[in-house]
């Protein structure tokens, strides 16, 4: 991964090429690190210099989420970590099940459980964390496209159909042909959190912008979505699986 310098602080980055892009942008997320994203068809080239540019900001941002880092959860997909569902803690456990065909996680009261028909040292970390990613999937078939279908009949939108991704910075998007995506790691927020992304996502069925226009809809539909605004500020980068 390249690297730039800005004084004594050296940081990695990365370049992506987006269709949704309009302009080259720089981000900065927990997830991906450092990026300068170029839309299609604009030339990739010299992203130093568009680093430099913005160098203010970069360091701001690598300081602040360096100091967040320090407090994000570890996933070592052991006893006694914990994960959320639908906002509640539940203890990953691990249990030994002959009669279990492959490794499998499922949710138990307020148990995580990991259960393997071979021996559990055999269970190496990435098949612990796509057993864990395929519950969480199951339960966001099962829970979100449902709770749109509620929530677009309560306020009188119209959708085409919903899909479940483990989509890496977006919470929820949504396309001009009336499909919504929502991100499987949604299951781990509280259901108020979850409400607000899917309301977000049906107003941009309306307007594709986020415009006061925009806003003003999405109060209409959800008064208290400055609250739940701030907590995925405050909380998103938390919710890892």
């Given at each position: 991964?390249?690297?730039?310098?800005?004084?004594?602080?050296?940081?990695?980055?990365?370049?992506?090429?987006?269709?949704?892009?309009?302009?080259?942008?720089?981000?900065?997320?927990?997830?991906?690190?450092l990026e300068v994203v170029y839309?299609?068809?604009?030339?990739?080239?010299?992203?130093e210099a568009i680093l430099a540019e913005k160098s203010d900001w970069v360091l701001a941002n690598y300081k602040r989420f360096r100091d967040e880092a320090e407090r994000l959860p570890t996933r070592n997909y052991e006893a006694g970590d914990v994960f959320y569902v639908l906002g509640k803690p539940h203890a990953f456990k691990l249990l030994m099940a002959p009669e279990t065909k492959g490794?499998?996680?499922?949710?138990?009261?307020?148990?995580?459980?990991?259960?393997?028909p071979d021996s559990l040292d055999a269970v190496d970390l990435a098949a612990r964390?796509?057993?864990?990613?395929?519950?969480?999937?199951?339960?966001?078939?099962?829970?979100?496209?449902?709770?749109?279908?509620?929530?677009?009949?309560?306020y009188g939108f119209r959708f085409a159909r919903v899909r479940v991704k483990n989509q890496k910075t977006r919470w929820g998007s949504c396309s001009s042909r009336g499909n919504i995506n929502l991100n499987?790691?949604?299951?781990?927020a509280p259901a108020g959190a979850i409400d607000y992304v899917i309301v977000h996502e049906l107003c941009h069925l309306r307007v594709l912008n986020h415009s006061p226009a925009f806003w003003a809809l999405v109060e209409s539909c959800s008064p208290n979505f400055r609250h739940w605004r701030s907590w995925f500020k405050r909380n998103g980068a938390r919710l890892i699986l």
């Open positions: 991964m390249p690297e730039v310098e800005f004084g004594e602080i050296t940081v990695a980055y990365s370049v992506r090429v987006s269709k949704r892009a309009k302009r080259i942008s720089v981000r900065y997320s927990q997830r991906d690190g839309p299609l068809g604009v030339d990739s080239s010299a992203p490794i499998k996680v499922e949710v138990r009261d307020a148990s995580l459980v990991l259960s393997s964390r796509q057993a864990v990613e395929a519950c969480y999937r199951a339960l966001a078939v099962d829970y979100l496209p449902a709770r749109v279908s509620v929530l677009a009949a309560a499987l790691r949604l299951m781990m």
